[in-house]
């Protein structure tokens, strides 16, 4: 059974930064794709980062330049640091693992960004 468990989430002023942190268990990690999504109040779910199993990375254009994906597969992990936060970050972050055309998610963790 495949789970995603979030962590990181926090209050944070603007400008703060934050490390999220994902970790994967009944599945094998490496080699398949991660990403990030977020969903803030009243918004669809919407892509933040994605890395390949190459190492290859994309991100959302509100969070490029800001934001930097990881991975580590030997911890079967994925992180997203997140710098210069302002309040439009302010959201629930999924952690979405891609395997075989299926797609799995995690729970989310809440980040707020105050003014």
């Known amino acids: 059974q495949v789970q995603l468990v979030e962590s990181g989430g926090v209050f944070v002023q603007a400008g703060g930064s934050l490390r999220l942190s994902c970790v994967g268990s009944g599945m094998i990690f490496s080699g398949n794709p991660m990403a990030w999504y977020r969903q803030g109040p009243g918004n669809q779910r919407e892509l933040v980062a994605r890395?390949?199993?190459?190492?290859?990375?994309a991100y959302g254009d509100n969070v490029k330049g800001r934001f930097t994906i990881s991975r580590d597969n030997a911890k079967k992990s994925v992180y997203l640091q997140m710098n210069n936060l302002i309040p439009e970050d302010t959201a629930v972050y999924y952690c979405?693992?891609?395997?075989?055309?299926?797609?799995?998610w995690g729970m989310g963790t809440q980040v707020t960004v105050s003014t």
């Open positions: 979405n693992a891609q395997m075989s055309s299926q797609s799995y």
């Open positions: 890395i390949l199993g190459s190492g290859e990375t």
